[in-house]
């Protein structure tokens, strides 16, 4: 079993749609969770990072389920510019502070 | 500003042709790595450095070797390049590497072609 699993979708949704994602995790010592955002061919850029008590950025809500092992993100009100891959990334997955990567869930918002 | 510079932003190189890509930061981070990202999947870590300790992964090929002169910058060098080894290369640095907290900062890559 991957330490970080992602559904590689694409999730392919409409203007305005709201969309959710998962990632589930190996480790339950995990310690620190994020999502990254990579536009095509751009390296990775911090999107937001995941407390236990969930946190809201404007249209986006990360969540931690710690007992089920998986955090979410949840883009509302979707635009087209938010047409990227979203990374999962764990920390402590391996036993370290070293950043554990998923592959990545593709989104494409069209009009 | 720029935080994380890595130059070239693509590099081509000939088969076997040894090959150096670089990394610099402006963050004084102490940690730095170097991660190899293929089309659609996740960036796979090669190397890291804390501080001047490296540690390289188990399963990073020998044909790949790194130095950190300073804090400053770090370089990625491909001894024997080979067809599967062309990827876009990620460096990226996180503050201390002794903190869950830790969030790393990526530079734009290099995107290596081999012929």
């Known amino acids: 079993r991957k330490e970080v699993e992602q559904d590689p979708g694409p999730f392919n949704v409409p203007e305005g749609a709201t969309v959710a994602f998962n990632c589930t995790y190996s480790?339950?010592?995990?310690?620190?969770f994020f999502w990254y955002r990579q536009d095509c061919r751009k390296e990775p850029k911090l999107l937001m990072s995941?407390?236990?008590s969930g946190n809201e950025d404007g249209r986006f809500t990360a969540q931690l389920n710690r007992a089920s092992q998986y955090i979410s993100l949840l883009i509302r009100d979707s635009k087209l510019s938010d047409s990227a891959t979203y990374l999962c990334?764990?920390?402590?997955?391996?036993?370290?502070?070293?950043?554990?990567f998923g592959r990545g869930t593709s989104l494409i918002v069209h009009p | 500003d720029a935080m994380v510079i890595q130059n070239p932003r693509y590099q081509v190189t000939q088969f076997g042709k040894p090959v150096t890509l670089s990394c610099s930061q402006t963050?004084?981070?102490?940690?730095m790595y170097w991660y190899q990202q293929k089309s659609s999947q996740a960036p796979k870590l090669l190397f890291h450095?804390?501080?001047?300790?490296?540690?390289n992964e188990a399963d990073t090929p020998d044909n790949f070797q790194s130095r950190r002169p300073n804090t400053s910058f770090c370089f990625l060098d491909i001894r024997s390049p080979g067809l599967g080894d062309a990827a876009m290369y990620l460096c990226?640095?996180?503050?201390?590497?002794?903190?869950?907290?830790?969030?790393?900062?990526f530079g734009p890559g290099t995107r290596l072609t081999v012929l």
């Open positions: 990226a640095t996180s503050r201390s590497g002794s903190s869950s907290t830790d969030t790393q900062y």
């Open positions: 995941v407390y236990s």
């Open positions: 990334v764990v920390n402590g997955a391996g036993g370290s502070y070293i950043p554990t």
């Open positions: 963050l004084n981070h102490n940690v």
């Open positions: 480790n339950s010592a995990s310690q620190s």
């Open positions: 450095y804390y501080d001047k300790d490296f540690n």
